[in-house]
């Protein structure tokens, strides 16, 4: 394995060249910090770089290999986590410079867990103030670069250093949190995949939140089995998340590889399919060529709540109403020091009234109960992750009334899974015409992760998409 390689190897491929003594997480690791070095300036995906923790992870996990401690796949394998999740010592400043002095005392369980995994923490990547952006856009900490285009073009939000680090080799596999599209829009939009869960999955103690009610952990990596090998080191139950309690443990990797042949999978009807560009609707009708060859059957399904979920204000008071209660010191004080797009959405929520926001939950737990039977005829369903492609900055932040027409292409898609509880993965299915990457989203009944990643494989391994890269020319 050439150090040019290493970048761009997955899990699997490190972990065997490990044992193989190919190489080491030592050498993975100061190349990888090395590579952030560099190309961080350029990219803008940390926030902060934990290169002391890391090494001696580097140390101990590669002293623990050869020493015959082998704690699994995860051993070794780098990865950063977004700010908003807790690393002990390091500022947690959901992305605004009023929390820099936000030292966090602990890691957050998600962090914890990986570490017992034997995982290696490079850094935290920046995200939009507060999460409250599908856009990715942050006027106050920077932008990450989506690295598709030397000209500044979005990187999806609110994940979005995680995206990029993970889209232009800096790390194999990064810790997101999806609330509305946070893990799947910046995963589509920067090329890789992205893993958004079942509520009670995954704990969520220690993650700074942006909505109690909807808050979803997730990852980020370069290929399907990464992302799954990831979330099965981070499930399962935590007495700080009492989400979590009750759930019972899956297995996503037994049948990981089981195809699709005799499955049930449909297009998501209107309105997923309204108003695509027309290089995405082309990339996800072939995807569903790719899933019929494969053995599948093909159809399509209308989902009437996701209609009535947009048609609802209701609906909206969840999260910008939580958002308010959780950032309302913040906002009162200091308004003039808020992100204008961040400030705008906030304000709304405060327009909300509590009588709209407990109609919304109690619509919200109606509309997850019926989802099931809703969706009893299938077994997954596929559409697009966003309905554009990523598009340059200038243009979608030209102005907050032209940042507000753009929510609908990159939010419409991924908003109805948070607000239906339905674990989906976005993952590669092609490049528009300008060269940027467009994502497939697939989506399963809730709590049934295994299904939505046993599909997108299936995907995955019938196609090339996920092995192409971003040339990076311009940031050398």
């Given at each position: 394995m050439s150090e040019s390689d290493i970048p761009y190897r997955g899990i699997t491929e490190l972990g065997r060249a490990y044992r193989t003594g190919e190489t080491?997480?030592?050498?993975?690791?100061?190349?990888?910090?090395?590579?952030?070095?560099?190309?961080?300036?350029?990219?803008?995906?940390?926030?902060?770089?934990?290169?002391?923790?890391?090494?001696?992870?580097?140390?101990?996990?590669?002293?623990?290999?050869?020493?015959?401690?082998?704690?699994?796949?995860?051993?070794?394998?780098?990865?950063?986590?977004?700010?908003?999740?807790?690393?002990?010592?390091?500022?947690?400043?959901?992305?605004?410079?009023?929390?820099?002095?936000?030292?966090?005392?602990?890691?957050?369980?998600?962090?914890?867990?990986?570490?017992?995994?034997?995982m290696v923490l490079l850094g935290k990547t920046h995200i939009v103030q507060f999460a409250l952006g599908i856009i990715g856009v942050n006027h106050d900490q920077g932008t990450p670069h989506n690295p598709w285009h030397e000209t500044p073009h979005i990187p999806g939000g609110s994940s979005s250093g995680s995206a990029v680090a993970v889209s232009s080799g800096l790390a194999p596999v990064a810790l997101g949190s999806d609330t509305g599209g946070s893990v799947r829009a910046p995963a589509a939009l920067c090329g890789v995949v992205g893993l958004k869960t079942t509520i009670g999955r995954i704990s969520r103690h220690g993650i700074y939140p942006l909505s109690w009610s909807l808050d979803s952990p997730g990852t980020l990596a370069r290929t399907v089995e990464d992302?799954?090998?990831?979330?099965?080191?981070?499930?399962?139950?935590?007495?700080?998340?009492?989400?979590?309690?009750?759930?019972?443990?899956?297995?996503?990797?037994?049948?990981?590889?089981?195809?699709v042949r005799g499955l049930r999978i449909a297009f998501g009807g209107a309105p997923f399919f309204d108003d695509l560009d027309a290089d995405v609707e082309a990339a996800v009708r072939e995807a569903g060529k790719v899933f019929e060859a494969a053995g599948a059957q093909l159809g399509t399904v209308d989902i009437p709540e996701v209609a009535q979920i947009f048609g609802d204000s209701d609906f909206r008071s969840v999260?910008?109403?939580?958002?308010?209660?959780?950032?309302?010191?913040?906002?009162?004080n200091h308004p003039d020091q808020l992100d204008p797009v961040v400030r705008d959405l906030l304000e709304r929520g405060q327009g909300m009234s509590a009588a709209m926001h407990a109609a919304g939950l109690h619509k919200l737990a109606a509309l997850q109960a019926g989802i099931a039977d809703t969706l009893r005829d299938v077994d997954a369903v596929i559409v697009p992750t966003t309905k554009q492609p990523a598009r340059p900055?200038?243009?979608?932040?030209a102005s907050l009334d032209s940042y507000r027409a753009f929510y609908p292409a990159y939010m419409g898609n991924t908003m109805p899974g948070n607000y239906l509880d339905l674990p989906g993965v976005s993952l590669p299915c092609g490049f528009s015409s300008e060269g940027l990457p467009i994502g497939l989203q697939v989506m399963a009944k809730p709590f049934q992760e295994h299904m939505a990643l046993r599909v997108a494989q299936a995907y995955e391994r019938e196609t090339d998409w996920h092995t192409q890269r971003p040339a990076l020319n311009w940031a050398d």
């Amino acid at each position: 394995m050439s150090e040019s390689d290493i970048p761009y190897r997955g899990i699997t491929e490190l972990g065997r060249a490990y044992r193989t003594g190919e190489t080491g997480p030592v050498a993975v690791t100061t190349l990888l910090l090395d590579r952030i070095d560099k190309l961080n300036p350029h990219l803008h995906a940390f926030i902060g770089i934990t290169r002391e923790r890391a090494l001696a992870g580097a140390k101990a996990a590669e002293a623990q290999l050869k020493g015959g401690l082998d704690l699994g796949p995860l051993h070794g394998i780098p990865y950063v986590a977004k700010d908003l999740f807790n690393v002990r010592g390091q500022p947690t400043t959901a992305g605004t410079r009023l929390l820099e002095d936000n030292i966090a005392t602990g890691d957050c369980t998600a962090v914890t867990r990986l570490d017992a995994a034997g995982m290696v923490l490079l850094g935290k990547t920046h995200i939009v103030q507060f999460a409250l952006g599908i856009i990715g856009v942050n006027h106050d900490q920077g932008t990450p670069h989506n690295p598709w285009h030397e000209t500044p073009h979005i990187p999806g939000g609110s994940s979005s250093g995680s995206a990029v680090a993970v889209s232009s080799g800096l790390a194999p596999v990064a810790l997101g949190s999806d609330t509305g599209g946070s893990v799947r829009a910046p995963a589509a939009l920067c090329g890789v995949v992205g893993l958004k869960t079942t509520i009670g999955r995954i704990s969520r103690h220690g993650i700074y939140p942006l909505s109690w009610s909807l808050d979803s952990p997730g990852t980020l990596a370069r290929t399907v089995e990464d992302a799954a090998l990831v979330y099965h080191a981070l499930r399962g139950p935590d007495p700080g998340d009492r989400a979590t309690l009750g759930v019972a443990l899956d297995d996503v990797l037994r049948g990981l590889n089981g195809g699709v042949r005799g499955l049930r999978i449909a297009f998501g009807g209107a309105p997923f399919f309204d108003d695509l560009d027309a290089d995405v609707e082309a990339a996800v009708r072939e995807a569903g060529k790719v899933f019929e060859a494969a053995g599948a059957q093909l159809g399509t399904v209308d989902i009437p709540e996701v209609a009535q979920i947009f048609g609802d204000s209701d609906f909206r008071s969840v999260v910008l109403g939580e958002a308010v209660a959780i950032n309302r010191e913040l906002l009162e004080n200091h308004p003039d020091q808020l992100d204008p797009v961040v400030r705008d959405l906030l304000e709304r929520g405060q327009g909300m009234s509590a009588a709209m926001h407990a109609a919304g939950l109690h619509k919200l737990a109606a509309l997850q109960a019926g989802i099931a039977d809703t969706l009893r005829d299938v077994d997954a369903v596929i559409v697009p992750t966003t309905k554009q492609p990523a598009r340059p900055i200038e243009v979608v932040d030209a102005s907050l009334d032209s940042y507000r027409a753009f929510y609908p292409a990159y939010m419409g898609n991924t908003m109805p899974g948070n607000y239906l509880d339905l674990p989906g993965v976005s993952l590669p299915c092609g490049f528009s015409s300008e060269g940027l990457p467009i994502g497939l989203q697939v989506m399963a009944k809730p709590f049934q992760e295994h299904m939505a990643l046993r599909v997108a494989q299936a995907y995955e391994r019938e196609t090339d998409w996920h092995t192409q890269r971003p040339a990076l020319n311009w940031a050398d």
